[in-house]
Each structure stands twice: as C-alpha cells, then as structure tokens.
C-alpha cells in the first residue's frame, strides 16, 4: 500500500529498548479534507527519514500490521500500526507565481447544419 502526501512531521529516533527502535513520519494528504498519517519506521527502515525535510512531497510504501492483545481482567484488545519500509520524493508543484505554460491552440468544431431536434438518439443518457 502507498500514502502520498507532504511531509508534516518527521521525529527523532526513539531507542524503545536494548534491541528496538523507532521514528515516527507524519505525512498530510493532499485532498479536500487532509489527513495526517502517522507512520512508524522500525530498525533499520529509521535511517531512511534521514534523507527527507519537513514539506516535502513524497510517496510511502508501508504495512498494515495489527496484534491482539489480553490484559490482565482478561479484556481482549486490538491495535493497528502502520509500518513504513520505503519513501519516494515526488515532483513538486511549480512555486506560486510561476507562469503556466502555454497550451496550444485548439481547432474549432463546425457546427452542425443538419441537425434535426426530433431524429431519434440512440445513446442510454
């Protein structure tokens, strides 16, 4: 699976334990109502984020991963976590004020001379 979006967060590296760690990637969506996607880097998938700075545009391929767990009143709970294992830059938007390029021109249709409103059409719509 994939998110794309702009970097919103990018966190330092946490030693969770002697033998884990982990960094945290927030990453906002660029649709009508932007989502901001925590995405976790475990091991060695941390040095990835090097790489990268706060606002720029990017695609993450991650993992869902989800685990069951037992508490000690013998409630079964459930969490999800969303793993990160590879970051693309993608092209940027041309900055503001840049002039758009030229479109060419396009030909006029002819108008039609034949067209009778009560001819029957035969399209579904």
């Known amino acids: 699976m994939e998110v794309t979006g702009k970097i919103k967060v990018i966190n330092a590296e946490q030693q969770v334990s ?7 990637l927030v990453v906002a969506t660029e649709e ?3 989502q ?10 941390c040095d990835i984020l090097n790489n990268f700075k706060v606002g720029e545009p990017v695609k993450v391929a991650i993992n869902l991963r989800g685990r069951e767990w037992v508490n000690p009143q013998g ?9 990160g294992w590879k970051v ?11 002039p758009m390029p030229a ?10 001379t034949d067209f009778k409103e009560e001819e ?3 399209l579904p719509f």
């Open 18 to 24: 002697a033998s884990f760690k982990k960094r945290e």
């Open 32 to 34: 009508q109502y932007p």
């Open 36 to 45: 901001f996607i925590s995405i976790n880097f475990v091991q060695d998938k």
């Open 75 to 83: 409630e079964t709970k459930y969490f999800n976590d969303i793993q």
């Open 88 to 98: 693309d830059r993608m092209a940027s938007e041309a900055p503001a004020g840049a």
């Open 103 to 112: 479109m060419p021109a396009t030909e006029a249709f002819a108008p039609a």
């Open 120 to 122: 029957h059409d035969d």
